[in-house]
């Protein structure tokens, strides 16, 4: 294998996470570790973005010898570099794009390219990598490290930042179902959870029931069609059962056609401007449950939180965050390019292999059908068992006068 | 003073908070300290109506001798015991009642009550204190111990609870801060907190800027009229200096004829049923800015999580909540009775001491115009400084399984 020597780069790209920036961390201490090869560390701001307008950070300068600020940074929630959504032109396409960025990694002597982030930041690893072996001049290495809450990634067992989520989210949900529980008059909480196309997020609201603690009596997941019907069916079984009825709903649950069950109030509703009230899922079925059952019944929305709560960070997550980025920087000095560094479980611990990045770009995992119960509306113990080990350990967070600490570049 | 031996009862009442059962842990140890006095100590389900259907849990048989339930009870969010909304009749308008409490209260030999809770709760212990100071033939101690994460009790300079959910959102509104700053888009973020007619939990989002970190652009409080045309020009304003908005707004603001910001959208929309769409106070604004200005716009609810998230307890507040309890026990035990336990700062540390009921019962603690800036957008120093203390320290919560422990009784 031949040595190659220069600069980094390392972009955040896509939604932020509550990992994201251990990631980074990762990326940052691998550099630092391996300065024969990786000269020098720099940041692209928000992205490609700050890539093509040359707006750079010098991580290395910033972080050289600076543990605790690198401990500070992995804590931090959402993307320090700032981030974007910006997609990349096919290669075959606009060659003139390309062109122009590689005269950029000529002009700093960019060698390696690391770029953080979900399904479109591995399209763009993808696209980049093809225009690099379809002949360039320019030698140098990409690969793609990856982030997302959703764990919808192909290619990997899951991803950086979905075990935070998934802590943070069958945290909250535990506490929900405890201050559910104080009244005798019958009530229906709705929660929803991120997650349009992929169940993962709502999944994790199930955990507590791994170990007979309270927890939602239905979940429902985008993988199996959602029925309105069912679900108020649903919801009066579990009133007859206890009058403090918990139920997790994905944003993304929709019907046998393809309809979104907030799509209903979306399309009937129009505020005072006459616009058509774009309501949640959550919102929907709660207005549902009024009509249908007319029992006190809210919804709770968990929003941003559930993907930037870093001071409920899982240790499993942040730890792997920063390992998997580790073994990014050690593989593509050691001449791996082109791919995405994946995690599996081998026994019960977890190893980082790259992975070629072509099979992986635009596919979606999604939560198989042997971890949702037959009837559809809960998980089974295999689904929660997978998620289980993710949300393990808790981050010793960094408190300074009663709030975490964060890293601001 | 003479010794009065028998039975305690206590009870929670009210909302719940992530303080509550910390406050119950302190009548707990309390009643185990002074057993030459209490007897024995006993919860009534579900408040009041517990004690009416005699439906008890012998506190003293679980907690003797079991400080590490005692701690785990301390971390549970929401009312372990239950929770009512029950309202007393006035003495004078339903003697019977009363004397059938009575007559519970001598069947079990119960001769001191301790009741933790809010405006209803205190109201609660007026009433009894009243029945019992106009002639009984049952002696007993009657002492209310204040917990709301409102914040709007009388007589007191804070209440138990309050710390803990503003630690809660002071830190949440931090995080949300920072993952709104990711995107180069102008964005408006509008978070609403809870707080009908008392704006403190939503001040304290405001916390991050006395140490000069990312706070919202603008805080709305209930206690000053809310203009929606001036709120749009703060936030036009806003956008001129940066992209990145964040607004925390409370759900109670309303203009200056007492119409609720959210009162707009409530009457215009209505759901697919013909329902008139109950939304809330930071959907409406969302609408708003939407309409008058059109860039990307979200609002955030911070719902229930802001009083159940235990898992972000302020040390500070769990201290005091645990410490006024047990205060509360020792003036019972030393004779006093038909008051509050108030908390008052003194030079740099707080001191708990009994407050005549009748004045506090029913009267509601705002924010003062002094601690609200002179627009009506923002909150001063003087505010963020008055809630400084109470967010202080973090307690180190029990995690088993990767969640928090929780107590269920």
Chains 1, 2 share one sequence.
Not at 161 to 184: F, M
Not at 224 to 245: G, T
Not at 255 to 263: Q, T
Request: charged fraction near 20%; proline fraction near 4%; charge should be negative.
């Amino acid at each position: 294998m031949k040595q190659l020597i220069g600069a980094a780069v390392v972009g955040q790209s896509g939604g932020p996470t509550a990992a994201i920036n251990a990631t980074l961390a990762g990326v940052i201490k691998g550099s630092l570790e391996n300065k024969g090869a990786v000269s020098v560390l720099y940041g692209m701001k928000n992205g490609i973005e700050g890539l093509l307008r040359e707006d750079f950070a010098d991580l290395t300068a910033i972080f050289d010898g600076n543990e605790e600020m690198l401990e500070t940074l992995a804590a931090t929630p959402a993307a320090a570099l700032g981030s974007c959504r910006k997609k990349l032109p096919k290669p075959a396409e606009d060659r003139e794009f390309y062109e122009n960025l590689i005269s950029i990694f000529k002009k700093y002597d960019i060698r390696y390219f690391f770029y953080i982030g979900g399904n479109d930041s591995m399209d763009t690893v993808a696209k980049l990598t093809e225009y690099l072996q379809g002949g360039c001049d320019w030698e140098m290495r990409v690969i793609g490290v990856p982030k997302t809450i959703d764990n919808d990634l192909a290619g990997t067992d899951h991803t950086p930042g979905y075990g935070s989520a998934a802590k943070y989210i069958a945290t909250t949900v535990s506490e929900i179902n405890r201050d559910c529980a104080v009244y005798t008059v019958p009530a229906v909480t709705i929660v929803e959870i991120m997650g349009r196309d992929a169940g993962w997020l709502t999944a994790a609201a199930g955990l507590p029931a791994l170990f007979s603690r309270p927890a939602p009596d239905y979940i429902y997941l985008p993988e199996v069609p959602f029925s309105k019907d069912k679900f108020i069916e649903d919801v009066k079984n579990a009133l007859l059962k206890h009058p403090n009825v918990v139920i997790a709903v994905s944003e993304g649950v929709r019907d046998e056609n393809g309809k979104y069950a907030g799509e209903g109030a979306q399309s009937g509703a129009a505020d005072v401007f006459g616009h058509k009230y774009l309501s949640g899922t959550g919102k929907a079925l709660e207005l549902l449950v009024k009509e249908k059952i007319g029992c006190k019944v809210r919804s709770v929305e968990l929003n941003i939180c559930q993907r930037c709560a870093a001071h409920l960070q899982s240790g499993a997550d942040i730890s792997e965050s920063l390992g998997v980025a580790q073994a990014a920087v050690v593989a593509a000095v050691n001449g791996k390019t082109g791919c995405m560094m994946a995690m599996e479980r081998e026994g019960g611990r977890i190893v980082f292999e790259p992975k070629e990045i072509a099979g992986i770009a635009n596919a979606v995992r999604s939560v198989p059908r042997s971890m949702i119960n037959e009837e559809g509306n809960n998980v089974t113990e295999e689904c929660l068992k997978y998620i289980y080990p993710l949300i393990q350990g808790e981050v010793q967070i960094k408190y300074e006068n009663g709030l975490p600490v964060h890293f601001v570049l």
